[in-house]
């Protein structure tokens, strides 16, 4: 049964496809719980924010572009409160179940998209991803996950939760597939480079600071299975490069990105808050309180910080490289963490995550195979507006899991 996996909000809620011809003719998909849906009242993982909002008039752009395509949508899907978390436990409706791994979390804050996939309960699913929101359930559930550009693909219509980072992402069990729908869903976007298949990525850069976060079995799986990836593109005659790309460490990244991203927070959700005093988990709950004594006028080294990074990896990837790193530590933790093995835990993960947040870019993570017989992902990373380019080199290139 569907139920079994508590991925869905509400499994009989149907969107039809606005044509029988488009390139996703026939299949299905779920949607996170934060986008308009006409005639529907999103929840946001939240039974005070549902309360308060009314059912959507119209259906957002990026879900009509799929609509078009062929696809039909079926069920809305579960999300951490607010999408303010990267474990996927939501304490008022449950924690979806990881296909792959039971006894650990799914990931977050797209959490049941991730599980509608896995366990094969649609053919693809949008999500929303911010801080790793589609990046590391992809990961932790074993299948593939893009957060694009940030801007290329339209927001209206999406519960935000931080406008400078939030991106439309979206999660299927095949590469090809995840091309498919970002053919779709970056259609609107005129600054896409257009693949050309005589015409690769010529420079693979392996940074040190964020290999150096893996788990020792995750680090030795994830860099056979990179060379194993690469290996497949041997005739693009890419160049291989381990480098340095944060000389203060990518705590200082993570750093910097948590209190950007919490001042943007804040500001979207301060009047609501304080007029609804909605109940939110503790963890949730304390996020939101720290959130609310940033200023931004006694933040200027996060943001300059954050100009910083953008500015250095979109000049060092341009239109020819890639980075390639761990979209995690390591495999989903157990379902039990919490406390400060939990904050530890997504600090950690963080470190990695913000890389491509802080610069607006590009990433899909890949299914590369198991430690312990739970899932870990290997991503990649392009220049901005390459989101086809590399959609297209991962599809040839993909890794086929056991």
């Known amino acids: 049964m569907t139920s079994d996996w508590n991925a869905f909000v509400n499994e009989q809620f149907e969107l039809a496809a606005s044509s029988s011809k488009g390139t996703l003719a026939g299949l299905s998909f779920g ?28 259906t957002a752009p990026a879900i009509l572009s799929l609509l078009n395509a062929g696809a039909v949508l079926r069920g809305t899907t579960h999300t951490d409160e607010l999408m303010y978390s990267l474990n996927g436990q939501n304490v008022h409706y449950g924690t979806p179940v990881n296909p792959r791994a039971k006894d650990r979390i799914p990931g977050g804050s797209s959490s049941g998209s991730a599980v509608a996939v896995a366990a094969g309960l649609r053919d693809f699913a949008i999500g929303t991803d ?6 590391i359930p992809s990961s932790y559930c074993g299948i593939y996950g893009m957060r694009p550009t940030h801007d290329a693909i339209s927001l209206e219509g999406v519960i935000p939760l931080a406008a400078g980072f939030d991106t439309v992402g979206w999660m299927a069990n095949t590469a090809e597939l995840l091309h498919d729908v970002g053919q779709v869903l ?18 693979i850069y392996f940074p040190r600071e964020a290999w ?7 680090k030795e799986l994830l860099l056979a299975a990179a060379h194993d990836l690469l290996s497949r593109l041997a005739e693009q005659s890419v160049a291989e490069k381990w480098i340095s790309i944060a000389p203060e460490g990518l705590a200082a990244w993570m750093t910097a990105f948590r209190r950007v991203q919490a001042i943007q927070i804040w500001k979207q959700h301060r009047e609501w808050i304080e007029e609804v005093q909605p109940v939110f988990a503790e963890d949730i709950a304390g996020r939101f309180a720290w959130a609310s004594t940033l200023k931004r006028e006694e933040q200027g080294e996060a943001f ?74 290997l991503s990649v ?10 959609l297209q080199w991962v599809r040839q290139g993909a890794i086929i899991t056991s």
């Open 31 to 58: 949607v996170k719980d934060v986008f308009a849906l006409e005639g529907y009242a999103s929840g946001a993982g939240n039974p005070d924010w549902l309360r308060t909002h009314p059912p959507a008039e119209y």
């Open 130 to 135: 911010t801080g790793g929101s589609v990046r």
């Open 186 to 203: 970056l259609a609107e976007d005129p600054l896409q480079s257009a693949p050309d298949p005589n015409h690769y990525f010529q420079k």
């Open 212 to 218: 150096d976060l893996a788990e020792a079995d995750t």
């Open 304 to 377: 300059t910080r954050m100009d910083e990074v953008r500015e250095s990896l979109r000049s060092l990837l341009g239109t020819e490289g890639l980075m390639i790193v761990p979209t995690a530590t390591g495999p989903a933790p157990s379902l039990h963490i919490q406390g400060e093995d939990s904050e530890r835990r997504r600090s950690q993960t963080m470190q990695l995550s913000s890389i491509a947040g802080l610069a607006g870019l590009p990433q899909i993570t890949i299914p590369a195979g198991t430690i312990d017989g739970a899932p870990v992902g």
């Open 381 to 390: 990373i392009a220049g901005v507006h390459q989101d086809l380019r590399l």
